[in-house]
């Protein structure tokens, strides 16, 4: 909630200090620019599939484990690949999205690989050993596609999908978000393999923002935009849409008179 609370604009560029949380959009965003600059670069020139890997929904509960054993049937998959002759070269994000209508969770990988003009044959291989490791995963819900610039655009975001929109009403559920938040608290997101670097997941404390052109000073945050101490000058002076309104959700609970 505090994140980036205060902003220093001096010599032109902002400074701001980040909270370095999941659940914080700000950080996300920065990220997504981190991951974005530091993988893409790698990738150029070479064919990429990405392949989807599932296997059935979970409740709160079992979450972080589920999650830790759909990374572990992953590296095992990898060492058979090794030992049939193929290294490839990738990326694997572990995401988890929940299910409004069931109130579950679907833990899931998305694997990114590159491996010459066996890419297919390998990406095909990755799901046969799947379905192999994991006899309650179901054939239909795993996926192979070619990757292309919009569907590599979209592995690299971090996000946490904190509201569900409907219309202009925002629905909020704080406990689906904290399940997420817990099962993934100090892991990473993105697992390179092969010859891909890693690029780190941190937001450092403070960090520089991009030259921007207001009064010099410290600027606060107050509602919807940081407000000069000394001036009282707003500095973005974005408006929010007044109509746009955010609802939490609730919780169905047990009717006390049955
Ligand atoms: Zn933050």
Same mark, same amino acid.
């Given at each position: 909630m505090?994140c980036g609370?205060? /902003?220093?604009?001096?010599?032109?560029? *902002?400074?701001?200090?980040y909270c370095?949380?999941?659940v914080?959009?700000?950080?996300n965003?920065?990220?997504?620019?981190?991951?974005?600059?530091?993988?893409?670069?790698q990738l150029?020139?070479?064919?990429w599939?990405m392949v989807?890997?599932?296997?059935?929904?979970c409740?709160?509960s079992q979450l972080?484990? #589920?999650?830790?054993g759909l990374k572990? *049937?992953f590296f &095992?998959?990898?060492?058979?690949?090794?030992?049939?002759g193929?290294?490839?070269?990738?990326?694997?994000?572990a995401?988890?999205?929940?299910? #409004?209508?069931?109130?579950?969770?679907?833990?899931h990988l998305?694997v990114?690989i590159?491996c010459?003009e066996?890419? #297919?044959? /390998?990406?095909?291989?990755?799901?046969d050993?799947w379905?192999e490791?994991r006899p309650s995963? *179901?054939?239909?819900a795993?996926?192979?596609s &070619?990757a292309?610039?919009d569907s590599?655009n979209?592995?690299?975001?971090?996000?946490?999908k904190t509201?569900s929109?409907k219309g202009k009403?925002?629905?909020?559920?704080?406990?689906?978000?904290?399940?997420i938040?817990r099962?993934?608290?100090?892991?990473? *997101?993105?697992q390179?393999?092969g010859r891909?670097?890693?690029?780190t997941?941190?937001?450092?404390?403070?960090v520089e923002?991009?030259?921007?052109?207001?009064?010099?000073?410290?600027?606060m945050?107050v509602r919807?935009?940081w407000?000069?101490?000394?001036?009282g000058e707003?500095?973005?002076?974005?408006?929010p849409?007044?109509?746009?309104k955010? &609802?939490a959700?609730?919780?169905?609970?047990?009717?006390?008179?049955t």
């Open positions: 505090d609370h205060f /902003v220093q604009i001096k010599d032109g560029v *902002s400074t701001s200090s370095n949380t999941r914080c959009n700000v950080c965003r920065i990220r997504t620019a981190k991951a974005m600059n530091g993988y893409l670069s150029k020139e070479r064919k599939i989807t890997l599932t296997d059935v929904n409740e709160a972080r484990n #589920e999650l830790k572990k *049937s &095992l998959i990898r060492r058979t690949l090794k030992k049939k193929y290294d490839p070269d990738g990326i694997v994000k995401e988890i999205t929940y299910n #409004e209508a069931r109130d579950d969770y679907h833990p998305h990114l590159a010459g066996q890419v #297919e044959y /390998v990406a095909g291989l990755i799901v050993l379905l490791r995963a *179901s054939i239909k795993q996926n192979i &070619l292309n610039q590599l979209e592995l690299f975001k971090y996000t946490t509201f929109r009403e925002l629905y909020t559920n704080p406990e689906a978000i904290d399940a938040m099962a993934q608290y100090n892991t990473r *997101s993105f390179p393999f891909i670097k890693k690029v997941e941190e937001v450092d404390e403070i923002a991009q030259p921007i052109r207001a009064e010099e000073g410290i600027y945050w919807e935009d407000y000069n101490l000394v001036t707003a500095l973005t002076n974005y408006t849409d007044p109509e746009v955010i &609802l959700h609730e919780r169905s609970r047990p009717d006390p008179t």
